[in-house]
């Protein structure tokens, strides 16, 4: 008896050391043996001086006055920040003190990126590529976030993630054969654009329904925890998916079965024309974390630094731990929800100008780097000249490849091409020949 109360009561100074900050490794233990897995701890006896509930379905203890438990909504989790909107270091002590080179490298993806959005969102206003989704105003978590990875690690993506692809190396060249359908993109054509993807940069190619990816990387994860090579899987998604039922279904999933996974939410405010307040009424997303038993974080999105700690933090610790992790990146989605949308329809021109003037990641960063005299207008004038010419050179050369053979239509559907399909081939083929001058052939790959 005495050994049971013994193991009680460590087991609530182990909740205790919980909440601040071991982990759930202990819960999960003190868990385990308060139920008694193996049957010898399972029942209190009747005459038990203390009552303790023993429902195997949770670990607490009896309350006799009636209390609902209110959401804590008024005074959300509290937002993680490096930097003030000055770039100023707000605690030195979580300064990451990343190297000039680094930093530089960090504001020049950045910008690259934002320097794409601009010629990809112009070239589909004049009808050169069908449809463009920019990243404005989520330069930062993209950056910061990918930064924080290791190039081994898994990406799962929603659709306004490239600057990790572009982090990571994905060329300008493949961003447009993307855009552009041509016989250069790696997914042959067959996608809307901005629907990436890289086997070499371990980045899974995006698909337009939401959250589908978000219990499929919880499956990854799990796989590579299975072959324990030290990675781990990052997914992201924005706060509209995360209403989605497979996003509950991954969360659930990465807990129980203890998969080293980071869940990244980019919370942007809206989820097209729906604002955050009718997505949700809880504490936003971070909050459903420890609902879940997840380790979770709400930071501010517009400060690199602040997302590229969280996100090494989680990462280390997913995989040391086998745990998942959940980080809400707080931003604005600065720009239309896609090139299908006018957000001037739902939301006011001076709510868009706060983020784009006076909060935004890109501005943010260049204050940190020019506070320290390690950029000046000369840098920035001479960058955005390079990095425009650079993005243009890419555009143009993907806007004069031809587009992929017209017969790639029909291949990996399967892996291999069976022959009720290879007979609509050979018929697309004749129909082709015999009315050729109906369409637009010269512009397709032979
Ligand atoms: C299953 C599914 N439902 C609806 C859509 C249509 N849709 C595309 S994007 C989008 C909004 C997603 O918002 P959020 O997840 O917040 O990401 P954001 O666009 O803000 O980055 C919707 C409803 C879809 N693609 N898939």
Redesign the pocket.
């Known amino acids: 008896m005495a050994a049971i109360g013994g193991l009680r009561r460590l087991c609530s100074i182990g909740l205790s050391a919980v909440s601040q900050n071991s982990g759930l490794k202990a819960l999960r233990l003190c868990q385990y043996r308060a139920f008694g897995v193996n049957g010898a701890l399972r029942q209190q006896p009747f005459d038990s001086p203390t009552e303790k509930p023993q429902f195997p379905g949770a670990s607490a203890d009896f309350v006799d006055h009636l209390e609902f438990i209110q959401p804590n909504v008024i005074s959300g989790i509290p937002v993680y920040r490096v930097m003030d909107r000055q770039g100023q270091i707000i605690n030195p002590s979580e300064d990451p003190q990343i190297p000039k080179e680094e930093v530089l490298n960090f504001y020049q993806k950045m910008t690259l990126l934002n320097t794409m959005d601009r010629i990809l969102y112009e070239s589909q206003r004049q009808g050169r590529i069908s449809f463009y989704m920019t990243n404005y105003g989520e330069e930062g978590t993209h950056i910061g976030s990918a930064a924080a990875l290791d190039p081994n690690d898994i990406v799962f993506g ?1 659709y ?1 993630e490239a600057g990790v692809l572009m982090y990571r190396g994905f060329p300008l060249d493949l961003f447009m054969a993307q855009c552009y359908a041509n016989a250069d993109d790696l997914g042959k054509g067959r996608q809307m654009p901005v629907h990436y993807g890289s086997k070499d940069l371990n980045f899974v190619t995006i698909s ?4 589908t990816q978000i219990p499929q990387a919880a499956g990854a994860a799990y796989a590579l925890k299975r072959e324990n090579v030290n990675r781990a899987v990052i997914c992201y ?6 209403s ?1 039922g497979d996003a509950h279904a991954g969360f659930n999933f990465a807990a129980t079965l203890e998969c080293p996974i980071i869940f990244f939410c ?1 919370n ?1 405010g ?3 024309s729906t604002p955050t307040n009718e997505q949700y009424r809880g504490d936003g997303i971070a909050a459903r974390g420890p609902g879940y038993g997840m380790m979770s974080i709400r930071v501010d999105g517009n400060d690199v630094f602040a997302v590229y700690n969280a996100t090494k933090e989680a990462r280390r610790r997913a995989i040391a731990e086998n745990q998942p992790f959940l980080i809400e990146a707080m931003t604005y ?1 600065i720009g239309h ?1 896609s090139t299908s949308d006018d957000s001037s329809a739902y939301r006011s021109v001076d709510e868009v100008n706060y983020w784009d003037k006076q909060d935004h990641p890109i501005s943010r960063l260049r204050h940190y780097m020019t506070a320290r005299g390690w950029w000046g207008e000369e840098e920035e004038r001479a960058w955005r000249k390079q990095s425009r010419k650079l993005v243009m050179e890419a555009f143009e050369r993907a806007e004069r490849r031809l587009k992929p053979r017209p017969e790639l239509l029909f291949s990996d559907v399967y892996q291999e091409i069976p022959s009720n399909l290879e007979k609509q081939k050979e018929s697309l083929w004749r129909h082709l020949q015999q009315y050729k001058e109906h369409y637009p052939l010269d512009v397709y790959d032979k």
């Open positions: 929603q306004r337009s329904p939401l959250a998604f924005g706060e509209g998916a995360a989605e980019r942007n809206y989820a097209i989605r929800h």
